[in-house]
Nanobody
Framework: VQLVESGGGLVQPGGSLRLSCAASGFTFSSYAMSWFRQPPGKERELVASITGVGDSTYYANFVKGRFTISRDNARNTVYLQMNSLKFEDTAVYYC?????????WGQGTLVTVSS
C-alpha cells in the first residue's frame, strides 16, 4: 500500500490550493479515504473523508464551506480542494486509508498560508 500526497506549497490568505493523493497497492474504490492535517506544535486532526464510491463526504466544522474532498477512482487519486485559506490552515496534510483495519498514511505535504 502506498499513498503519495502532492500539491502543497506557500499561498496567501484567501488563496486556493488543490492537494492530490495518489494511491497504489490496494483496490482503491473499495475504501474510504480521508485527509488529516497536523498544524505546527499540534496534534493531527481529521479534515475530511469520502466513501469508496464517492457518494458521501464528511467535513470538520473548521473547513466546511471552504474545502472539498473528491476522488477519481479511475486514477486512484483523492483530492482536497482548499479555498479561502486562512493562516490557521497552515499544516502538514496527510491522506489516510484504513486497509483491513490497518491505517495507511502518506508522507504528507506542507501547506503554508502566509502573507
Amino acid at each position: 500500500v502506498q499513498l503519495v500526497e502532492s500539491g502543497g506549497g506557500l499561498v496567501q490568505p484567501g488563496g486556493s490550493l488543490r492537494l492530490s493523493c495518489a494511491a497504489s497497492g490496494f483496490t482503491f474504490s473499495s475504501y474510504a479515504m480521508s485527509w488529516f492535517r497536523q498544524p505546527p506544535g499540534k496534534e493531527r486532526e481529521l479534515v475530511a473523508s469520502i466513501t469508496g464510491v464517492g457518494d458521501s463526504t464528511y467535513y470538520a466544522n473548521f473547513v466546511k464551506g471552504r474545502f472539498t474532498i473528491s476522488r477519481d477512482n479511475a486514477r486512484n487519486t483523492v483530492y482536497l480542494q482548499m479555498n479561502s485559506l486562512k493562516f490557521e490552515d497552515t499544516a502538514v496534510y496527510y491522506c489516510l486509508s484504513v486497509i483491513r483495519d490497518l491505517p495507511a498514511w502518506g508522507q504528507g505535504t506542507l501547506v503554508t498560508v502566509s502573507s
